[in-house]
């Protein structure tokens, strides 16, 4: 049997790659077709899925600044539309059972309300997988998707908290002096070292340190191991260890959408339910949309945020499953609950993977806030009297940075796409800002560009400098561009895209190596002629 499930779904998520699909949607494909010829989920899968989970909350955590959470555009944000969408999906549902709709006419109002807030949550996993596909994790968007869903998980451990009667275990108080463990954290994850250990100590403090010791004390366990990820946040290894994790959380995760196809038994009843749910997907982008444009965000980190969050959430899943125990739905109901939040990815991904045609497509017909009035994060730009921007300041854009200042002196404005990025190197007296040069709007919010020579591409993802090189020519620059790419098929793409030059950052950083160690040590080579 496991043979047939690594199959299919390898089979399944190559083809839905070629397609230009996220792998995802060809793994709840493969679900659903297993499903059909008889597989059923087992315990193994259910385990790997649930594990999967854990590791995508505790790497948010990792990459997480509380300041976000406290901001009100995020708190009030995630609370305004939970309870709109709440109250209008309630009132879409009670309309249909109004209106004689078969399988709604049994259900109490407190159950319709009941569906309304389940169906009013968007799925972590898959709005966190798509960021990330796109190298997003540290836009402005982003950060707004991520911080909201973390809201929505704290609203759902509430709600599964009164729902069950079952409230934490008195000694949960224990849990509020991790935060005064946290320097023993830190030295701990110091001494770990870079290898196995480090995937060891992430995997036992998200699983036992996180899950486990909130389980224990009873408490929503994938809530613990986001805390224990964000208590982490501020060490300088928390992105190592979160590049650690990634592939063992991303193999897990197959499991979590095979898990969602195998569980859903399609029904023409479950079937009709769910497309009448679906109905209600796009009234749900459109409430994201207009509260987060109220917090004077422009419309692009609107938009991008809105489409993040266009989806269903598992949490759908697990509110229908406690339902069904109780007895307060039918099987029908519960089936239609899965199968719109599978549809729902389905639907989601090409709206995300075409996130930036379709924003320039809607622009000019969406009303942007007047420059003055909009959120500070989104302010004009003064690239005042630099001569090269820099687009990444990681360690390849700092290094660049640096050596132009040494050369020829206050010539260089680094831009990097996460604001905390942005005020470390401004603290060390480097002139950057925080921006995203994958923007269409950023290079609009720049008020001067004459004096730019030449333009780094530093960004860590090859997608980012593809998408930003393509702003540069859309947008008429005319001086040099240089850009880094990881892989030889990057580096043609982008000197066909019009890059003046583009270098292969591990050939680089080996021939830099090479020199620096020369130019240090001035070894007595002997010459040796070619064979």
């Known amino acids: 049997m496991e043979l047939v499930f690594i ?12 397609c ?42 990792l990459k997480l600044d509380i300041k976000v959470l406290l901001a009100k555009e995020i708190w009030a944000s995630a609370t305004i539309h939970n309870v709109l969408s709440t109250l209008i999906f309630s009132a879409f549902l009670l309309l249909l059972k109004v209106l004689g709709v078969s399988f709604l006419s049994q259900l109490p109002f407190m159950q319709l309300v009941l569906l309304g807030f389940a169906l009013s949550f968007s799925s972590t996993v898959f709005a966190v997988k798509s960021i990330q596909d796109k190298g997003d994790m540290n836009a402005t968007y982003g950060m707004i998707a991520i911080g909201i869903l973390v809201m929505q998980d704290i609203f759902a451990v509430i709600f599964l908290t009164a729902s ?25 994850l110091d001494k770990v070292g870079h290898g196995e250990m480090l995937v060891l100590f992430g995997i036992f403090f998200a699983l036992v340190m996180g899950a486990g010791l909130f389980h224990l004390v009873g408490m929503k366990p994938d809530l613990g191991a986001l805390i224990l990820g964000m208590l982490l946040a501020g060490h300088k290894k928390a992105s190592e260890l979160s590049k650690s994790l990634f592939n063992l959380k991303e193999l897990f995760l197959v499991c979590f959408f095979l898990d969602i196809g195998l569980q859903a038994q399609p029904t023409l009843v479950g079937v009709s339910l769910a497309i009448l749910f679906l109905l209600l997907l796009p009234i749900k982008g459109v409430l994201y949309f207009w509260v987060l444009h109220k917090f004077k965000f422009r419309v692009r980190t609107s938009l991008f945020t809105s489409l993040a969050l266009f989806n269903f959430s598992e949490f759908g899943l697990i509110v229908g499953a406690l339902a069904y125990q109780m007895n307060w739905i039918n099987n029908d109901v519960m089936v239609s609950i899965a199968i719109a939040v599978s549809i729902s990815f389905v639907i989601a991904s090409p709206f995300n993977r075409k996130a930036h045609s379709l924003y320039r497509k809607v622009a000019n017909h969406l009303k942007e806030h007047k420059a003055e009035s909009l959120n500070k994060k989104d302010q004009l730009i003064h690239p005042g009297e630099a001569q090269v921007l820099i687009f990444g300041m990681g360690r390849i854009g700092t290094g660049a940075y640096d050596e132009l200042t040494s050369r020829f ?99 680089e950083a080996g021939s830099g190596f090479a020199q620096h160690v020369y130019e240090k040590l001035k070894p007595n080579f002997h010459k040796v002629s070619s064979p």
């Open 7 to 18: 199959s299919s779904v390898f089979v399944a998520g190559f083809i839905a790659v070629r």
């Open 20 to 61: 230009h699909l996220p792998p995802l949607v060809g793994f709840l494909f493969a679900g659903f077709v297993l499903h059909y010829y008889g597989f059923q989920t087992n315990e193994t899968i259910q385990t790997l899925s649930e594990l999967g989970v854990t590791l995508l909350l505790f790497t948010i955590g």
């Open 164 to 188: 069950t009667g079952q409230l934490p275990h008195w000694y949960a108080i224990a849990l509020f002096a991790l935060p005064l463990l946290r320097p023993f954290f830190f030295k701990l």
């Open 409 to 507: 002196g206050n010539i260089a404005l680094g831009v990097d796409i996460n604001d905390s990025t942005a005020e470390q190197h401004q603290h060390q007296s480097r002139n950057v800002i925080a921006g995203d040069a994958t923007d269409p709007d950023f290079w609009e919010r720049i008020l001067d560009t004459s004096k730019v020579k030449l333009i780094l591409l530093a960004m860590p993802h090859h997608q980012g400098n593809q998408a930003a090189l393509e702003q540069l020519q859309k947008n008429g620059f005319s001086g040099q561009i240089a850009a880094i790419a990881a892989y030889s098929d990057q580096i043609d793409t982008l000197l066909e895209s019009g890059a003046d030059a583009a270098f292969n950052i591990y050939h």
